[in-house]
């Protein structure tokens, strides 16, 4: 199984690409969303990597697709600033698993 990122930014992108993962920036919602399915229908891949400024701004679409639970598996990592939201982590084990960690 392959992987891809979605990137916001050309500079996650390339250290992506540096690790072997094949990848593309997308500037605005329209091509996030249009990436985001492409490689959601993409029999070939496995995972599918998104930064998280591309997580918020296309949130529902991610969602949707967790929740129906079928490959590719989404995982969300920080762009190339950090991690912005402090809480995601939490947010994330609560949200999956029903536990709240302090």
């Known amino acids: 199984m392959k992987s891809v990122i979605i ?8 250290g992506m690409r540096l690790a072997g993962i094949t990848g593309l920036v997308a500037k605005n919602e329209a091509e996030m969303k ?3 399915k492409a490689a959601t229908i993409d029999d070939t ?8 400024e ?12 967790k929740d129906k639970g079928k490959k590719p598996l989404v ?3 920080p762009g190339r600033n950090g991690l912005e ?4 982590l939490m947010k994330y084990i609560k949200g999956s698993i029903g536990i709240k960690v302090d």
């Open 7 to 14: 990137s916001a930014d050309n500079v996650t992108n390339l």
């Open 34 to 36: 249009r990436a985001f």
């Open 45 to 52: 891949l496995g995972v599918v990597i998104i930064t998280e």
């Open 54 to 65: 591309v997580f918020n701004t296309i949130k529902n679409e991610v969602t949707k697709h």
């Open 75 to 77: 995982v969300t990592i």
């Open 85 to 88: 939201d402090k809480d995601f």
